[in-house]
């Protein structure tokens, strides 16, 4: 069976509109490209979308996780309890800051940080617990909600993959956690690279600010102006980081934006034909999709017996895919646990192609090779 595109079907593929192009260009003329107008205007913006009370504009979401940690002022050593089904990074901020990383199991049909599981690893050293929406389906808010009043630990929600999702029909971003965004070049806004940073509390959102851009109170911008000459003197509180957006990323997200949610139905309606088609397949399972959330679908997962043959098939039909992700602990600097749902859960996972460039009939096709059989 041949497929009637010159090229492979790829995983991932960066959507960029011709507005942006244009909004760069924009940018690239002012004579002000760094951390600016533009900035501050996304972050407004992507305030408003998600319905949170702040945003601050960061380089990474990996940077507004390690934000997140450090505005909670946890003592050296103290345990937070996370997922070990994620990118790196959620995990790689824990021991930037010094802490204790403690893995707990995830919900077999989801994917998502269990929240039993999660209660059973509390201990007095506990402090935080971190949750990660795994491929844009948002977790279970409601269970972990009740362990933030009930224990009185602080949620950092890790929404790399959830840009635009909804619980409860409330925007992820808005549920009066730490959350943070990713706006890597393949998650669904786009901007090169880039993150940020929504909050609830303005003393947390002035202390993110400074803390972003090395611990200075007033940003270059803050410091230039058309009346005034340039003002050099500023104030250091604290030691900070090189965390900041800059005007380009924002300019991208910006004219970005206005789309995300058409492209998310896109996504959406590309999801649900993969699990129409796939639905019954002897060795594949579908994912659980509750109907109290709505996903972003920035990954497209499935569990299948017999993987490496399936990837094998499938590659050498041109279609690329993809395993999100090892768990964490197999990696040096953590330590090894036992999560019987996270074992079971990562020798079957296998992530689809997913992104706008795809078309109904690369689905298909994709599709069809499965029903196959390998």
């Known amino acids: 069976m041949s497929h009637s595109l010159p090229t492979r079907i790829q995983l991932f593929r960066p959507g960029i509109r011709e507005e942006a192009i ?20 996304f972050e407004r913006a992507f305030a408003d979308y998600t319905g949170a ?5 960061l380089n990474s979401c990996t940077s507004a996780l390690h934000l997140a940690l450090r505005l909670l002022n946890l003592p050296s050593g103290s345990e937070v309890i996370t997922t070990p089904l994620t990118f790196i990074s959620t ?5 930037y800051e010094g802490l204790h990383p403690v893995f707990a199991d995830i919900e077999p049909r989801t994917g998502n940080l269990d929240a039993g599981s999660v209660a ?3 201990t007095e050293r506990t402090r935080a617990i971190i949750v990660m929406h795994y491929g844009g389906y948002p977790c279970d808010l409601d269970a972990f909600s009740a362990l933030r009043r ?33 706006f890597h070049a393949v998650k669904n806004l786009p901007m090169g690279d880039g993150g940020a940073l929504t909050l609830s509390q303005p003393e947390d ?20 102006d058309n009346v005034r000459s340039y003002q050099w003197d500023y104030q250091i509180g604290e030691v900070g980081f090189k965390y900041h957006m800059n005007d380009i990323q924002a ?21 649900a034909q993969y699990r129409e088609a796939l639905a019954g397949v002897p060795g594949v399972e579908l994912l659980h999709h509750a109907e109290d959330r709505q996903s972003s679908h920035h990954l497209c997962p499935i569990l299948v017996d017999g993987r490496e043959r399936l990837i094998d098939k499938l590659n050498a039909g041109g279609v690329d895919v993809g395993m999100h992700y090892r768990r964490n602990d197999d990696y040096p600097m953590y330590e090894r646990q036992e999560l019987p749902n996270v074992a079971a859960f990562t020798a079957r996972v296998l992530s689809l192609p997913l992104h706008l460039g795809l078309t109904q009939d690369d689905v298909n096709y994709v599709t069809r090779l499965i029903q196959e059989g390998w």
Not at 22 to 41: C, D, F, N, Q, Y
Not at 259 to 269: G, K, V
Request: glycine share 10%; hydrophobic share 40%; net charge positive.
């Open 22 to 41: 244009l909004a760069v260009s924009e940018v690239l003329r002012s004579g002000w490209i760094g951390m600016g107008p533009k900035t501050a205007e």
């Open 120 to 122: 059973s690893r509390i």
């Open 150 to 182: 009930e224990r009185n630990l602080p949620i950092i929600e890790d929404c790399a993959h959830a840009c635009g999702a909804a619980y409860h029909g409330k925007r992820i971003g808005s549920h009066g956690n730490f959350h943070a965004f990713s």
């Open 91 to 95: 995990n790689h901020a824990i021991l």
């Open 251 to 271: 300019a991208i997200g910006l004219a970005q934006l206005p789309f995300l949610d058409e492209e998310n139905r896109y996504r959406a309606r590309l999801v």
């Open 53 to 57: 009370n702040h945003c601050v504009g």
């Open 205 to 224: 959102d002035a202390r993110a600010r400074t803390l972003r851009w090395m611990g200075i109170d007033r940003s270059t911008y803050q410091r230039s």
